[in-house]
Every structure is written in structure tokens, then in C-alpha cells.
């Protein structure tokens, strides 16, 4: 009798205990599984892996391809596919390998080919809307409805050149913020932007992270790489910042479980620089530009830091830093026109 009791209580307690299968736009997960497939939306498709782990924790969604030409993010979630493994995993993952697959297949800056739209403009997109709002309002629904911490994974286009750096939003929630304030320094980045130009409207929510924030889940913005290129070096930069991120949040015991084989780019632990905002430096003429400083220069209000010139290679503008502080992303090509960026100056966060 006392033995059939003890069975009991055991089933009991298991039954309550038990890990929970995870659901994802439909498809259903038992814990200690990975699941990889293409989700149909609309007219394109967006290929997706579930890794739910064996023991409870939370859940994180890494993005990739929301800029379809932004590559070692979409490379490095193709790895980490590879080295998460479920039975050391607390929690589940989410990895949304290519959010824009039109824009990718067309090398598109930004833009969708389809309806010449920026998905990362238009959230929390509509189900009755052109094709990219259909598939912000997929994310929304189905991606960010069942994630607690979200990172969206950017690089640098083909005529950007840009200081690894994260984006973490300031909602004015003090529990929130400070939540994702933390959540961005885990993943050990010394480049940190806490920046409140996002509106706190859920309806009007406007990028994919700031959507994630809106609803009450720490969501950043990660930038490693350059050039629209697909460097090892960078995508094992994004590698090691995922694993930070995972064993921030306690899903693993060490960054270590996931093995990087790319070549290691640690950083040397360096001091982190929180930035308030940044600031834009535009041209008001249209030509060539040049640089007069690097990414990463630490710039004076007033000084030079590039020039415009006409099509016979005479100055038509001089571009001075309207205040100071660290380049962090800057135009590597010479097209420029009347009103584009030229390079974007963060702001040192004083108090």
C-alpha cells in the first residue's frame, strides 16, 4: 500500500513538472527536440528552427535576413542551428534564419523587390496589406507572441561601414528598460545605443525589436559586419554574442557549450560606452563624398568629417560632426544625394 502511495505522489509530481511541448505557428514540439521547416506566408516563405530544450526556461528568438542583404547573420544561425543542442538546453530557441527572402534573392538593400517596402518600417504590419506588412504581421503574431527576449541581427550593407555595436531601446518602463539594458550587456558588445526614438504605440510599433518592446519583451538590435559581406570573422562575432546572450539569460551554463569552430575574435574586455542617441550627418548636395575620418574616431563638434564633390571633382560641401562623439556607422561608397546619410555620430550617454 505504502509503495502504490509513493507511485503516486511520483506520477503526480511528474505530471506537473512534466515539460510542455512547444507550439509555433501550428506545429507542435516535444521538449528535448529540433524542428527545422518553411513557413508559407502569403506569396514567400520564411524558414524557420525550433530548438526546445529538455528543461524549462526562456524563450529567444534570434533573427536574421529582415535586410535581405545583410549576410553573417543568416550564416552564423545556420551554425548555432548546428551547436545548440536541446538536452543542455534550458528554455527553447527560435531561430528565424531569413525573415525577407525576396529581398535576399534579389540582393535588394533594405528593400523588398515585391512592393518596394522595409520590413523593419512596417510593423506590426497587416494581414490585409502588401506583401511585406503581411509577413511583419506573421512575425507579430505567430514569432513575437511566443517570444521573451528577442534579438534582430543587422550588418552593414554594401556601402556601409559600421563599429559592431547593439541597440537597446528605452521605453521609459523602468522595469522593462533596466531588464533590457542587462539583456544587451550580456551579450558583451562595448558599443551599447540606448535610444528612445521608437514610439510606445503597439499598434504603430514601426520596427521588428521596438514591437518586441512594445509588448512588454526586451528586443535588440545587433550590427556586426559590413560591406554586404559574409566574413567569418563576423560571423563568429554574432556566434559568440548568442551564446553570451543564452547564458545571460540562464539557458546554458556557459557560453562555452556552444563550440565556435570559426576562428576565435574574443575581444579583450574593454570598458562599455553607452550612447544616448545618434546623430546623422547628412549631405545637402548631391555628388561624390569622401570621408575625412574612420568608423570607430572619436569626433569634436566642428570637426571635418567629410566632403561633397561635384562630377568634376570640385568641393561643393564640407561636412563638420554637429556634436561629439564616436562614428559608429559611415557611407563607404561616393554616390551620394541631396539629403542622404553620410555617417551617423553616437552620443555619449552623460548621467
Known amino acids: 500500500m505504502r509503495f502504490c502511495w509513493v507511485c503516486m505522489l511520483w506520477l503526480c509530481w511528474g505530471s506537473v513538472h512534466a515539460r510542455e511541448a512547444f507550439e509555433l505557428a501550428g506545429k507542435q514540439l516535444a521538449p528535448g527536440t529540433v524542428s527545422s521547416w518553411t513557413m508559407t506566408v502569403a506569396s514567400t516563405a520564411i524558414p524557420v528552427t ?5 528543461t524549462p526556461g526562456p524563450v529567444l528568438t534570434l533573427t536574421a535576413g529582415i535586410h535581405g542583404d545583410e549576410f553573417p547573420a543568416i550564416l552564423a544561425l545556420q551554425q548555432l542551428r ?6 543542455h538546453l534550458k528554455g527553447t530557441v527560435i531561430l528565424v534564419h531569413l525573415a525577407n527572402l525576396e529581398g535576399f534573392h534579389a540582393r535588394r538593400i533594405a528593400l523588398s523587390p515585391v512592393d518596394e517596402k522595409n520590413l523593419n518600417r512596417v510593423f506590426p504590419g497587416s494581414e490585409q496589406g502588401t506583401l511585406t506588412e503581411q509577413v511583419a504581421a506573421f512575425l507579430t503574431a505567430q514569432v513575437i507572441s511566443k517570444t ?3 534579438i534582430d541581427i543587422h550588418s552593414g550593407s554594401a556601402n556601409q561601414h559600421l563599429l559592431p555595436h547593439v541597440y537597446s531601446p528605452v521605453s521609459h518602463v523602468p522595469a522593462l528598460d533596466a531588464r533590457t539594458q542587462q539583456f544587451a550587456e550580456s551579450l558583451g558588445s562595448p558599443e551599447i545605443v540606448l535610444y528612445d526614438g521608437r514610439p510606445n504605440d503597439p499598434d504603430h510599433s514601426i520596427s521588428y525589436p521596438n514591437t518586441a518592446q512594445t509588448r512588454g519583451k ?7 559586419g559590413q560591406f554586404a559581406q559574409s566574413d567569418a570573422a563576423f560571423v563568429t562575432m554574432i556566434m559568440q554574442a548568442c551564446a553570451r546572450a543564452m547564458h545571460g539569460l540562464g539557458m546554458t551554463d556557459a ?5 565556435i569552430s570559426t576562428p576565435d575574435t574574443a575581444q579583450v574586455a574593454s ?13 545637402t548636395q548631391t555628388g561624390l563624398f569622401t570621408a ?3 568608423i570607430g574616431d572619436w569626433v569634436s563638434a566642428g570637426q571635418v568629417v567629410g566632403e561633397v564633390t561635384d562630377y568634376f571633382g570640385d568641393n561643393i ?5 554637429p556634436v561629439a562623439g564616436r562614428i559608429l556607422i559611415q557611407n563607404a561608397t561616393p554616390p551620394i544625394r541631396a539629403g542622404e546619410v553620410t555617417l551617423s555620430i553616437g552620443v555619449l550617454k552623460t548621467h
Open 148 to 150: 521573451d527576449y528577442l
Open 255 to 259: 557560453p562555452e557549450t556552444i563550440v
Open 271 to 283: 570598458p562599455i560606452h553607452y550612447y544616448s542617441k545618434l546623430i546623422e550627418v547628412r549631405s
Open 50 to 54: 525550433v530548438i526546445h530544450g529538455q
Open 317 to 321: 560641401e564640407t561636412l563638420r560632426a
Open 82 to 87: 548546428k551547436q545548440i543542442q536541446p538536452e
Open 218 to 224: 526586451p528586443g535588440l538590435t545587433l550590427e556586426v
Open 292 to 294: 575625412k575620418s574612420s
